[in-house]
């Protein structure tokens, strides 16, 4: 039989693989034509990234050379673009001519997506697909002292800036979303890899959304949502593919979001047509990694050579190729009903393991530090067998596997004396044991002999099994609650964590940690959120999607799901513009309640939540901010009317009271805090019950705290007594911050000091001036950036989230 | 043949990470979630407890709690979590080219009980 004309449209890894299995098994059946559209023949793309960072020489990724083309007697148009296809002629229109088919193939692959912004076009933006790009890349590196900004954080991204960073560029990384790869990875692997990036100078920037690639002539800088602008000598723009489908279309084949084929890769429109690769659909899928492309073409090598056999999609796994981020992802890890989740961290590894079990078979894993393993779980995988048996031990690796049970006191009992317990502070197991038998009988005696677990904390688990090994039946585990059920931790320790070891993120608190959900839940977030920014105010963000309602609206949720706004009221001061303006918004927005707080303040009750930002802009104008009355932060200070009006009134204490709410309002605290200032002992502002109460008297001010009148009653104690309004202030700040450091989540301060004790909070507030100061400073720093009117900051920002993001009750049909 | 319907609801960094956006329809409000994960869900917007708004809710995994009384809910299947008894419709959802669509097929009709 005389060969048939086959034309293949576009030279890439999966058009080389099917060559190569269709000359095997179907020697001289087919006269090939090959068109590509880059001037070159087929080399193993995916081996760019090591072109980029040097590692490796385009000769050594080219797969197929001139020779074997020849041997092949395939008939190469290399440089020349497919512009059309004839199907009624049966020809192929390339750039320089005809070329009749009896079949034809397209590979055509991928084109990247660029996001359309103003720019986009400049000099020095490119993608990163082929070798044209990789040059262009590798040019920009040669200019000492040049900055890459690499937009997309995705597997492509990630290749391009370390291979950038390997060439000495300085490289920042922009991502959309909250941690890298989120397609592969979860948020504790991302954090980890963002980590090891870091570690290597790579700058990367989260939820950064790119608004403008801004030059003249050429690129010269990357301008944010935000307003943040970074340098550019070169932008790679990496945000992901798209099928490349011009021939396809024009060709008037079915294309969904790619050529659609069947499981024959035959196009579903035109039987002597074929796709293959990345250009392709099948049954609703589209393919972005080799693995498939390979299967594909063996299969489309049998279609053309008349033998039966069938495409089908199977299991992927990711792994990035950077040298030294060790990272593997395979299978479906999204939490889920029925679903089960086995978490290992070891956190001075910094390693992640994460498998996912429904029914009782593996059907997800991902793994950051130690990969070792995950040739073996990804078989697991695939193979979908039933893993009860050895659930226990199975994240373990197969080394454990069918072996005994490991028993981590046996473990612990057989440590030298020699053997490191807590890295912080140096101590081994033979100094735990001395203590131990010198008569320290609990985790807190051993932490204040040995200071062992006194710093970051991690190692409080080890400790404790040293006692349990050295006392025997005499120890008793400590019944301390961990947080929530998602670590081991309290949260004292978690605090001491965040402290001792910088921890300035979410999951890098959930990392050290060991937490055994993947991000936590609405007991412990809140919790975290507030720790960290208490402790890092500057180099933490806020995460509004930790916080309750409340905080995150900025106003009182009620039992029917309305809200509850209350402006402030400066020390209970009010003025006539003032209660116009409330009135006016009352009518305005159809307000059920309008109520007199217990807080010297007025409430307004049952406001729908969409109204909410049109509510605030209109308090806002009238010179009003949010009254902060759902917050865990400072809520109101009463004052009385003092010396100003008071025949009894000793101080300012309307003045004092102003003065410190303006001090302290907008602050976050571990619960809600109150305070009260009082002209004279008769107390009309009942100070004497407040987080902070302040009583005036001839001879300067008397500063309570710990008082307690909601469920609990208690009289405020003593803190100290001041001679000015300055050093009241002083104080009351420097108790708040102190409380802020230290507490416990939802303990209100009376609470707390019941665990620490009025000394020890003197010791630092009063009698420690540096100490004092210190703790002032550190107040101050945090307004500077948590002192603002949320309600303006969302009218401004994000009133569109107040609004559903669509509504089709007003179009319903009948 | 049924036809299904599926509306455009905008791009998927319209709803906040692990947060929610409201769409009022004739059968009440759903509440369409985006988890850490970037997978997205819809469900009910009203507790079986006593009618909380579940878009206000702090998401955690697949799963939100409730800003009323703290019933969490699975957002794949709608049931209650833990001791709590209680289901929520839940509805299909797509994302394509990073844009959310919500089948709005049943949500549509007035008559539905
Ligand atoms: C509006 C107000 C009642 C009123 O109409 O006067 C009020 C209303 C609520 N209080 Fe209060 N408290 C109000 C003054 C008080 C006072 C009196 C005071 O501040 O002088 C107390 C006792 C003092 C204290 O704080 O301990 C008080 C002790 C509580 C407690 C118990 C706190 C405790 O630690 O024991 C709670 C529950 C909680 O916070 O966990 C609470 C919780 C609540 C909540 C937020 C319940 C909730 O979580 O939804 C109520 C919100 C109602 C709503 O739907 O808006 N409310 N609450 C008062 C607002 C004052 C303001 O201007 O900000
Ligand atoms: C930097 C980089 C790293 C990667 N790393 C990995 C990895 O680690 N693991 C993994 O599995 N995958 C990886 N990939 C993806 C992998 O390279 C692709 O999945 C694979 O190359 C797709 O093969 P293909 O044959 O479908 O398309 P391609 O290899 O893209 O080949 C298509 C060819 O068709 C040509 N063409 C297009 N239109 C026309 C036309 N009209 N006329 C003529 N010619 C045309 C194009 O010029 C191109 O040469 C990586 C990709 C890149 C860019
Ligand atoms: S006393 Fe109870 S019912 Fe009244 S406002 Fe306070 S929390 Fe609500
Ligand atoms: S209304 Fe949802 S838990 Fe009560």
Redesign the interface.
Same mark, same amino acid.
């Given at each position: 039989m005389a060969p048939q004309k086959l034309v293949v449209i576009g030279t890439g890894m999966a058009s080389g693989r099917l060559l190569e299995h269709l000359f095997e098994i179907a020697p001289g059946a087919y006269e090939v034509t090959l068109f590509n559209a880059e001037p070159r023949g087929c080399y193993n793309r995916i081996m760019l990234s090591p072109v980029l960072s040097g590692e490796k020489s385009f000769q050594e990724i080219v797969t197929h050379d001139e020779a074997w083309y020849e041997d092949h007697g395939v008939t190469c148009r290399f440089g020349e673009r497919v512009t059309a296809v004839d199907r009624d002629r049966k020809v192929v229109v390339g750039e320089k001519g005809e070329v009749a088919y009896d079949k034809l193939v397209i590979a055509t692959g991928s084109a990247p997506f660029i996001i359309p912004v103003p720019g986009k076009d400049l000099k020095g933006v490119v993608a990163y697909r082929d070798l044209e790009d990789t040059n262009a890349m590798i040019e920009a590196a040669g200019n000492p002292g040049s900055r890459a900004v690499v937009i997309g954080g995705g597997l492509l991204g990630l290749e391009a800036a370390a291979g950038l960073r390997l060439r000495g560029m300085e490289v920042t990384v922009l991502h959309l979303m909250g941690h890298l790869m989120e397609r592969q990875l979860d948020a504790s692997a991302g954090h980890l890899l963002k980590q090891d990036l870091e570690r290597r100078g790579i700058e990367v920037m989260l939820q950064a959304s790119t608004q403008e690639i801004t030059g003249t002539g050429k690129v010269e800088a990357v301008k944010l949502a935000d307003g943040t602008e970074l340098k550019a000598d070169i932008v790679v723009m990496a945000v992901g593919i798209r099928p490349e489908t011009t021939v396809a279309k024009a060709a008037g084949l079915e294309v969904g979001r790619g050529m659609v084929v069947n499981a024959q890769m035959e196009s579903v429109s035109d039987p002597d047509i074929y796709g293959l690769g990345e250009c392709v659909e099948f049954d609703g899928a589209v393919f972005g990694l080799v693995a498939p492309l390979y299967d594909q073409a063996k299969v489309l090598a049998k279609t053309l050579a008349g033998e039966a056999d069938a495409f089908t999609v199977r299991q992927l796994s990711t792994k990035l190729k950077v040298t030294g981020c060790d990272l593997f992802s395979a299978g479906d890890f999204n939490d889920g009903e029925g679903r089960q989740d086995i978490v290992f961290r070891d956190p001075a590894r910094g390693v992640y393991k994460r498998l996912v079990i429904e029914n009782d078979r593996l059907i997800g894993a991902v793994f950051y530090g130690d990969t070792a393993d995950s040739n073996w779980f990804f078989g697991l995988i695939q193979t979908g067998e039933d893993i009860s048996a050895n659930r226990d031990t199975l994240i373990f690796g197969p080394a454990y596997q069918g072996g005994a049970s490991v028993d981590p006191l046996a473990a612990v009992a057989a440590l030298p004396d020699e053997a490191e317990i807590c890295g912080c502070n140096g101590v081994c197991k033979g100094q735990i044991v001395t203590a131990i038998e010198n008569g320290a009988s609990d985790l807190a005696a051993v932490r204040a002999v040995t200071k062992a677990s006194g710093s970051c904390g991690t190692c409080t688990g080890l400790v404790e099994q040293v006692l349990a090994v050295t006392l025997g039946d005499e120890f008793s585990m400590p019944a301390e609650q961990p947080m929530c059920g998602c670590t081991d931790l309290t949260h004292e320790d978690v605090r001491r964590l965040i402290k001792g070891q910088e921890l300035k993120s979410m999951p890098a608190v959930w990392q050290a940690g060991a937490w055994k959900t993947p991000d936590g839940c609405h007991s412990c977030r809140p919790a975290l959120n507030f720790y960290l920014l208490a402790d890092w105010p500057v180099e933490y963000k806020d995460d509004p999607q930790s916080r309750f309602i409340n905080e995150r609206k900025h106003a009182n949720i009620q039992k029917d799901g309305t809200f509850s706004v209350m402006p402030r009221m400066w020390g209970g001061i009010t003025t006539p513009d003032e209660l116009r303006a409330i009135a006016d918004a009352a009518d305005k927005y159809k307000v059920p309640t309008v109520k007199v707080t217990g807080g010297q303040r007025i409430d307004l009750l049952g406001i729908k939540g969409e109204d909410l930002p049109a509510i605030w802009a209109d308090l806002n104008a009238a010179g009003m901010v949010s009254g902060h009355a759902y917050s865990k932060g400072l809520r109101t200070v009463k004052t009385c009317v003092g010396t100003d009006h008071c025949r009894f009134g000793t101080q300012d204490s309307t003045g004092l009271g102003i003065k410190l709410e303006k001090a302290l309002w907008g602050s976050w605290t571990p619960h809600k805090v109150k305070l009260a200032v009082s002209g004279c002992p008769r107390n009309c502002a009942e100070a004497t019950c407040k987080d902070v109460g302040v009583i005036c008297v001839d001879s300067g001010y008397q500063i309570g705290v710990g008082g307690a009148a909601g469920m609990d009653l208690k009289e405020t104690e003593r803190l100290a007594d001041a001679k000015t309004e300055e050093e009241a202030i002083e104080l009351a700040i420097a108790f708040i911050q102190l409380y802020r450091e230290n507490a416990r989540y939802l303990d209100r301060p009376y609470k707390w000091l019941g665990k620490v004790g009025l000394p020890w909070v003197k010791a630092r507030v009063v009698d420690d001036l540096a100490e004092r100061r210190r703790l002032v400073d550190a107040f101050l720093l945090s307004q500077t950036i948590y002192q603002k009117d949320p309600w303006a900051e969302h009218v401004r920002e994000q009133a569109e989230r107040y609004a559903p993001i669509a509504d089709i009750t007003l179009e319903a049909a009948e | 043949m049924t036809n299904i319907e599926w509306?455009d609801? @905008?791009l998927l960094? +319209? !709803?906040?990470? /692990?947060?929610a /956006?409201? $769409?009022? &329809? #004739?059968q009440g409000?759903v509440a $369409?979630f985006r &988890? =850490?994960? +970037? =997978?997205v869900f819809a469900v009910s917007d009203s507790c079986p407890h006593? =009618? @909380? #708004?579940l878009s206000?809710? !702090? $998401?955690?995994?697949?799963?939100v &709690?409730c800003?009323?009384h703290?019933w $969490?809910f699975?957002l794949? &299947?709608g049931?209650a979590q833990g001791a709590d008894d209680g289901q929520i419709p839940t509805y299909p959802t797509r994302v394509?080219d990073d844009r959310v669509f919500?089948d709005?097929t049943l949500? /549509?009709r /007035?008559d539905v009980a």
């Amino acid at each position: 039989m005389a060969p048939q004309k086959l034309v293949v449209i576009g030279t890439g890894m999966a058009s080389g693989r099917l060559l190569e299995h269709l000359f095997e098994i179907a020697p001289g059946a087919y006269e090939v034509t090959l068109f590509n559209a880059e001037p070159r023949g087929c080399y193993n793309r995916i081996m760019l990234s090591p072109v980029l960072s040097g590692e490796k020489s385009f000769q050594e990724i080219v797969t197929h050379d001139e020779a074997w083309y020849e041997d092949h007697g395939v008939t190469c148009r290399f440089g020349e673009r497919v512009t059309a296809v004839d199907r009624d002629r049966k020809v192929v229109v390339g750039e320089k001519g005809e070329v009749a088919y009896d079949k034809l193939v397209i590979a055509t692959g991928s084109a990247p997506f660029i996001i359309p912004v103003p720019g986009k076009d400049l000099k020095g933006v490119v993608a990163y697909r082929d070798l044209e790009d990789t040059n262009a890349m590798i040019e920009a590196a040669g200019n000492p002292g040049s900055r890459a900004v690499v937009i997309g954080g995705g597997l492509l991204g990630l290749e391009a800036a370390a291979g950038l960073r390997l060439r000495g560029m300085e490289v920042t990384v922009l991502h959309l979303m909250g941690h890298l790869m989120e397609r592969q990875l979860d948020a504790s692997a991302g954090h980890l890899l963002k980590q090891d990036l870091e570690r290597r100078g790579i700058e990367v920037m989260l939820q950064a959304s790119t608004q403008e690639i801004t030059g003249t002539g050429k690129v010269e800088a990357v301008k944010l949502a935000d307003g943040t602008e970074l340098k550019a000598d070169i932008v790679v723009m990496a945000v992901g593919i798209r099928p490349e489908t011009t021939v396809a279309k024009a060709a008037g084949l079915e294309v969904g979001r790619g050529m659609v084929v069947n499981a024959q890769m035959e196009s579903v429109s035109d039987p002597d047509i074929y796709g293959l690769g990345e250009c392709v659909e099948f049954d609703g899928a589209v393919f972005g990694l080799v693995a498939p492309l390979y299967d594909q073409a063996k299969v489309l090598a049998k279609t053309l050579a008349g033998e039966a056999d069938a495409f089908t999609v199977r299991q992927l796994s990711t792994k990035l190729k950077v040298t030294g981020c060790d990272l593997f992802s395979a299978g479906d890890f999204n939490d889920g009903e029925g679903r089960q989740d086995i978490v290992f961290r070891d956190p001075a590894r910094g390693v992640y393991k994460r498998l996912v079990i429904e029914n009782d078979r593996l059907i997800g894993a991902v793994f950051y530090g130690d990969t070792a393993d995950s040739n073996w779980f990804f078989g697991l995988i695939q193979t979908g067998e039933d893993i009860s048996a050895n659930r226990d031990t199975l994240i373990f690796g197969p080394a454990y596997q069918g072996g005994a049970s490991v028993d981590p006191l046996a473990a612990v009992a057989a440590l030298p004396d020699e053997a490191e317990i807590c890295g912080c502070n140096g101590v081994c197991k033979g100094q735990i044991v001395t203590a131990i038998e010198n008569g320290a009988s609990d985790l807190a005696a051993v932490r204040a002999v040995t200071k062992a677990s006194g710093s970051c904390g991690t190692c409080t688990g080890l400790v404790e099994q040293v006692l349990a090994v050295t006392l025997g039946d005499e120890f008793s585990m400590p019944a301390e609650q961990p947080m929530c059920g998602c670590t081991d931790l309290t949260h004292e320790d978690v605090r001491r964590l965040i402290k001792g070891q910088e921890l300035k993120s979410m999951p890098a608190v959930w990392q050290a940690g060991a937490w055994k959900t993947p991000d936590g839940c609405h007991s412990c977030r809140p919790a975290l959120n507030f720790y960290l920014l208490a402790d890092w105010p500057v180099e933490y963000k806020d995460d509004p999607q930790s916080r309750f309602i409340n905080e995150r609206k900025h106003a009182n949720i009620q039992k029917d799901g309305t809200f509850s706004v209350m402006p402030r009221m400066w020390g209970g001061i009010t003025t006539p513009d003032e209660l116009r303006a409330i009135a006016d918004a009352a009518d305005k927005y159809k307000v059920p309640t309008v109520k007199v707080t217990g807080g010297q303040r007025i409430d307004l009750l049952g406001i729908k939540g969409e109204d909410l930002p049109a509510i605030w802009a209109d308090l806002n104008a009238a010179g009003m901010v949010s009254g902060h009355a759902y917050s865990k932060g400072l809520r109101t200070v009463k004052t009385c009317v003092g010396t100003d009006h008071c025949r009894f009134g000793t101080q300012d204490s309307t003045g004092l009271g102003i003065k410190l709410e303006k001090a302290l309002w907008g602050s976050w605290t571990p619960h809600k805090v109150k305070l009260a200032v009082s002209g004279c002992p008769r107390n009309c502002a009942e100070a004497t019950c407040k987080d902070v109460g302040v009583i005036c008297v001839d001879s300067g001010y008397q500063i309570g705290v710990g008082g307690a009148a909601g469920m609990d009653l208690k009289e405020t104690e003593r803190l100290a007594d001041a001679k000015t309004e300055e050093e009241a202030i002083e104080l009351a700040i420097a108790f708040i911050q102190l409380y802020r450091e230290n507490a416990r989540y939802l303990d209100r301060p009376y609470k707390w000091l019941g665990k620490v004790g009025l000394p020890w909070v003197k010791a630092r507030v009063v009698d420690d001036l540096a100490e004092r100061r210190r703790l002032v400073d550190a107040f101050l720093l945090s307004q500077t950036i948590y002192q603002k009117d949320p309600w303006a900051e969302h009218v401004r920002e994000q009133a569109e989230r107040y609004a559903p993001i669509a509504d089709i009750t007003l179009e319903a049909a009948e | 043949m049924t036809n299904i319907e599926w509306l455009d609801l @905008g791009l998927l960094s +319209d !709803i906040p990470f /692990r947060g929610a /956006r409201k $769409v009022k &329809t #004739p059968q009440g409000c759903v509440a $369409v979630f985006r &988890t =850490a994960d +970037d =997978a997205v869900f819809a469900v009910s917007d009203s507790c079986p407890h006593k =009618a @909380g #708004p579940l878009s206000e809710g !702090i $998401v955690h995994g697949n799963k939100v &709690t409730c800003p009323l009384h703290n019933w $969490v809910f699975s957002l794949e &299947t709608g049931e209650a979590q833990g001791a709590d008894d209680g289901q929520i419709p839940t509805y299909p959802t797509r994302v394509e080219d990073d844009r959310v669509f919500l089948d709005v097929t049943l949500l /549509r009709r /007035r008559d539905v009980a």
